[in-house]
Every structure is written in structure tokens, then in C-alpha cells.
């Protein structure tokens, strides 16, 4: 589905339908009031009749309104006026998408520009816009004999615009493309099974990247040439599969090489039984998202050599699958990381941090600018943050202030939680330097306190997003998440 920018009067344009806002209690928007002036009123005589409220949610479709070229008029609720803000014009966007793709109209024009101006740009607003818009449009249809949907007859959407389409603005609509273009080979990875996503799986996508971007390097590391590195920690979580482990290695460079990368580490676990302290069968389906961390990582990756932004980026996947089987790892196994640091393994399901470990204690190669990790690490993390907020944590403020900040701006946030050294104590073993689960409380802070052994040499943050990479219920389903927040991370270093 294309998305384009366009200007002049709205109601003058040729469209299959004209796409406004309706406020409640308030005046209309400037584009709604310019299409019911050109109708002789039409539409403030139908909101008199009680109609439209305006309220967030309700949508009416008006066909034939007279004055106006198109032959569909769909008109949204924006809620009052006051309480105006990016989620609600994120709403309203899907609101959008979901009505015209059940209508006839093959193509629609959206005059959502002027709303609310004074808290955000429009440049900001159609960013926003279009990555809904976008968004709403995916489908996963890799396992399905027919990849048809209702949807593939809307094949154009223009957003109108009060000025002309400026570099800025252009810029903000393919920011937008390449974005969702990457939330949605993060979404296809997530929705995989489990029986074809697996670690070489990942690795194929790697190389794939490379071959459709120059700008892409991808190396991969297999089994043996992590045993001679030293990698005891991941390749104690892989032992126990028939699948090989991988490690996989995507260096985008589009700045000059003496430029310090960003590097991301994903965690890749393709599939988390636990292990030898195996998980409950209900919902155990829903482990194939345990590699979302890494499919963000592969999102990213595409986004930023779509854009080409000026700077150097390095992802990391460390991926596994984690079984149970007489080669498993057991419960009271002690474990040689890369760092020479020794691991008792207190319980098999802890197996994220296990790989992450070995991962980030590579990622010092590069000599990083800064390192992120985003993994599910944590089913603690949803007690305490839910499905709305990823949790970071790290051993830099600035860096974690950083995310914080791309993550509100983009609506993907995270909200930080404590590490002091009490939380630390919590991974004290009896028999290796650490232990891989902590005395029970704060289960995502001694995850994070975990892997911060193996942090000390840069800047680091981890994000845990075990809450927001997935839906559960009817909506199941990877979202992509939190690949607008690294990205709107990414657009900050790049100026
Ligand atoms: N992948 C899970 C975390 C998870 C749980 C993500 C639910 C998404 C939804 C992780 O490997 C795990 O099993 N963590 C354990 C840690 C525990 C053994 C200390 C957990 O959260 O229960
Ligand atoms: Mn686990
Ligand atoms: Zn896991």
C-alpha cells in the first residue's frame, strides 16, 4: 500500500473517499469545516441530528455529500479537542485503515493535518499517521495457502497537507515506510513457527539482508567456532537441541569506519520449552516469541540501510533453542562464560541471560558507542509493567534517559527500574561467581543485574520486553515492538 502527501483544497480532490476529523463539543478542524462549507452545510446539519458525537471511536460514512467530488465522505470522533494528542491521532488512523478496507474504495484522502498543531508538527503527525496506517495494513499470511485479504483493493492513501510537501515531510512519509517495512519482518519472524524459525533460520534472513543491502555485512559464527572462542554459557543453553546454534553477526557501516557503532544484541531463542526446569504445556505455543528480541534487531537492520542513515550499526542475534533431552544442561551445572566468568545454572529456564552473556562479552569487538539488548527476558516484567511498557535498565543514565525519551516520542515506551548492589547480592551461588536466577523479587531487576557482569567495558541498557513484543487472545501476534523506539534512538544519533 502506497502512502503519499498532497496539497490543496481537500474537497476538491478526486478520491474514493475524503477521510476528516470530528471534534465533540467543538468546533470542527479546519479541513472538516472547508469540506462542510463547499456542501452548504451537509455535515453540520447531520451533526445537529446527533448523529456523531465525535466521541474517539465512532465513525460515520456518508455517501453522495453534494459540493464535494468524492463519492464517500468518512468522518471520525477525535475526542475533545483539549484532550487531543499523537495516540489519539494514532487511533484514528487505524480507525481509518479498519473502515476503508471493508468499503469499496480503492484509494482514500485523509485531511488530518491541522489537528491539534499546537502540541506536535504536522511533519510529526504524519510520521505518526503513516506508521499506523502502515501497521493496521500487515497481515501474516507465510503459513497460508491463500495470501489474499480484503484489504489488497486499497492500494493508495494520500495524506492532504496545508503547505507544500517540504523535505521534511517527504522525509517524515519514508521514514514511515522504512519503519513499518522493518516492524513487519519483525512481526514475520515473530508469527514463524517455531519448526521453521529456527537459529539457522535467522542466520538465512541474515544473509538475505546483506544480499538486498551493500550497506550490510553478515557474518555467522556455528557451533565449533563458538567452542574455540569460549562461548560455554550459550552453547550450555543449545546442548540440549537438535537445532545448531548460531551466532550472527549483520555490521551496517553508513558513516565513516572511525565511527564508533551502535550495537544492538537481540536475544534469538527460537524456542523456550525451559529446559530441563521445563515450563507448563498452557500457552507454551507462545514461546516461539522468545527470538523477538533478535527480530527487532533484523527490523532495524532493515530500516536503517533502507534509509541509509549516517552512522554505524552493529546487530548481534545469539540464537538457540532451548529443549529438554539427555544432553540438556541440568539444574546445578556450573557453566564457563566468554568472560572467563564461571555460572551455576539454578534453573535451565533462566536460558536467555545465558546466551546474552557470551553475546554481549563479544560485542566488545566493536568498541561500542553504546550497546542495547532487547529481550523477552522476564515473565516478571509483565507483573510489573503489563503489556503497555518495556522495562530498561543499564549502567548509564544518560543512555537510559535516551531510550526513555525515543520511546515516548515514537509511543513505544519503556520506564526504567532500579539496580543497586542490593539486587546484585540476590545472584550470590555457593559454587560459581554467579548463580542464573536471583532469591526470589525483583525477578527483571536480577536479570538486568545478571547480565550487568558482563557490561562493565561501555555504555549498555537492556531493554526486557517480554510484555510488548507479543499479543496474546484473539490478537495474537508479534507487534513489532519496540522497533519505532530504537529507530526514533537512531534518528537522535544521526542528527
Ligand atoms: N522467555 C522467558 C521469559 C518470558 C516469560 C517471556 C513469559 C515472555 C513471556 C524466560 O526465558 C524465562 O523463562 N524466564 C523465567 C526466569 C526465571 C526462571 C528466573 C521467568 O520469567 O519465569
Ligand atoms: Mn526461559
Ligand atoms: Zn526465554
Not at 60 to 65: E, H, N, P, T
Not at 376 to 395: D, F, K, Q, S, Y
Request: charged share 20%; hydrophobic share 40%.
Amino acid at each position: 500500500m502506497e502512502i503519499t502527501v498532497k496539497s490543496g483544497a481537500a474537497e476538491k480532490q478526486r478520491t474514493a473517499c475524503l477521510v476528516c476529523a470530528v471534534f465533540e463539543e467543538a468546533a470542527l478542524p479546519a479541513a472538516t469545516a472547508a469540506i462542510d462549507e463547499a456542501s452548504g452545510g451537509h455535515i453540520s446539519t447531520l451533526l445537529k441530528h446527533g448523529d456523531l458525537k465525535g466521541e474517539v471511536g465512532q465513525s460515520l460514512m456518508l455517501y453522495d455529500v453534494p459540493g464535494v467530488n468524492a463519492p464517500r465522505v468518512l468522518l471520525l470522533g477525535a475526542g475533545k479537542k483539549a484532550d487531543f494528542n499523537a495516540k489519539t491521532l494514532r487511533k484514528l488512523a487505524e480507525a481509518a485503515f479498519n473502515t476503508l478496507k471493508k468499503s469499496g474504495a480503492a484509494d482514500a484522502l485523509i485531511c488530518f493535518g491541522d489537528l491539534g498543531a499546537s502540541e506536535d508538527d504536522e511533519t510529526r503527525h504524519l510520521y505518526t499517521a503513516a506508521l499506523a496506517m502502515h501497521n493496521a495494513h500487515y497481515r501474516f499470511t507465510l503459513h497460508s495457502a491463500d495470501k489474499k485479504s480484503p484489504a489488497d483493493k486499497l492500494k493508495k492513501i494520500v495524506f492532504s497537507i496545508s503547505g507544500r510537501a517540504t523535505k521534511a515531510v517527504t522525509g517524515a512519509m519514508e521514514r514511515a515506510a522504512a519503519v513499518s517495512a522493518g516492524m513487519c519482518l519483525t512481526r514475520d519472524l515473530g508469527n514463524l513457527a517455531p519448526n521453521i524459525c529456527n537459529p539457522e533460520y535467522l542466520a538465512e534472513q541474515a544473509k538475505t539482508l546483506a544480499k538486498e543491502y551493500k550497506s550490510i555485512k553478515t557474518t555467522v559464527l556455528d557451533e565449533r567456532r563458538m567452542k574455540t572462542l569460549g562461548m560455554g554459557s550459550l552453547l550450555a543453553v543449545a546442548q540440549g537441541s537438535e537445532q545448531p546454534p548460531r551466532l550472527i553477526a549483520m555490521e551496517y557501516t553508513g558513516a565513516a569506519k572511525s565511527r564508533k557503532p551502535v550495537v544492538l544484541v537481540g536475544k534469538g531463542v527460537t524456542f523456550d520449552s525451559g529446559g530441563i526446569s521445563i515450563k507448563p504445556s498452557a500457552s507454551m505455543d507462545e514461546m516461539k516469541y522468545d527470538m523477538c528480541g533478535a527480530a527487532s534487531v533484523f527490523g532495524v537492520m532493515r530500516a536503517v540501510a533502507e534509509l541509509g542513515l549516517p552512522l554505524n550499526v552493529v546487530g548481534i542475534v545469539p540464537s538457540v533453542e532451548n529443549m529438554p533431552s539427555g544432553t540438556a544442561t541440568r539444574p546445578g551445572d556450573v557453566v564457563t562464560s566468554l568472560s572467563g566468568k564461571t555460572i551455576e545454572v539454578l534453573n535451565t529456564d533462566a536460558e536467555g541471560r545465558l546466551i546474552l552473556c557470551d553475546a554481549l562479552s563479544y560485542a566488545e569487538k566493536y568498541k561500542p558507542e553504546a550497546v542495547i539488548d532487547i529481550a523477552t527476558l522476564t515473565g516478571a516484567c509483565i507483573v510489573a509493567l503489563g503489556h503497555h511498557t518495556a522495562g530498561v535498565m543499564g549502567n548509564d543514565d544518560a543512555l537510559i534517559g535516551e531510550l526513555r525519551e525515543a520511546g515516548d516520542k515514537a509511543l513505544d515506551p519503556c520506564w526504567q527500574l532500579p539496580m543497586g548492589d542490593e539486587y546484585k547480592d540476590q545472584l550470590k551461588s555457593n559454587f560459581a561467581d554467579m548463580a542464573n536466577i536471583g532469591t526470589p523479587g525483583a525477578g527483571t531487576i536480577t536479570a538486568a543485574c545478571f547480565l550487568s557482569n558482563f557490561t562493565e567495558d561501555y555504555r549498555w541498557a537492556h531493554l526486557d520486553i517480554a510484555g510488548v513484543a507479543w499479543k496474546s487472545g484473539a490478537a495474537k501476534g508479534a507487534t513489532g515492538r519496540p522497533v519505532p523506539l530504537l529507530m526514533e534512538y537512531l534518528f537522535a544519533q544521526a542528527g
